[in-house]
């Protein structure tokens, strides 16, 4: 990334994902760009290690990853809405 203003937004929910969100978050981050994005994620209460994943990260990638995930489960398409707002 050349640039800090942020562009793109790169915006991903997740419900009990544990076997996939790592494969996800690495194919964001893998992205060669010459701007600024940042990555939006909204866990909806997984009751796997989803978070888990999700906070090792944000350790990783403070500068880019945003995790505005509800503090109990919403279901996928209010989880949406809500992180497009």
Same mark, same amino acid.
């Given at each position: 990334?050349?640039?800090?203003k942020?562009?793109?937004?790169i915006?991903?929910?997740?419900?009990?994902? &544990?076997k996939?969100? &790592? &494969?996800?978050?690495?194919?964001?981050?893998s #992205?060669?760009?010459?701007?600024?994005?940042?990555i939006?994620?909204?866990? =909806?209460?997984?009751? =796997?290690?989803? #978070?888990?994943?999700i906070?090792k990260?944000?350790?990783l990638y403070? &500068?880019?990853?945003? =995790?505005i995930?509800?503090?109990k489960n919403?279901?996928?398409?209010?989880?949406?809405?809500?992180?497009?707002?």
């Amino acid at each position: 990334m050349k640039t800090n203003k942020i562009m793109v937004s790169i915006c991903c929910i997740t419900y009990n994902h &544990e076997k996939y969100i &790592e &494969e996800c978050l690495n194919s964001f981050i893998s #992205q060669q760009t010459t701007f600024g994005y940042e990555i939006v994620i909204s866990n =909806d209460c997984s009751t =796997d290690k989803t #978070q888990l994943v999700i906070d090792k990260y944000k350790k990783l990638y403070p &500068e880019i990853f945003r =995790d505005i995930s509800p503090v109990k489960n919403m279901g996928a398409i209010p989880n949406f809405y809500r992180m497009m707002l």
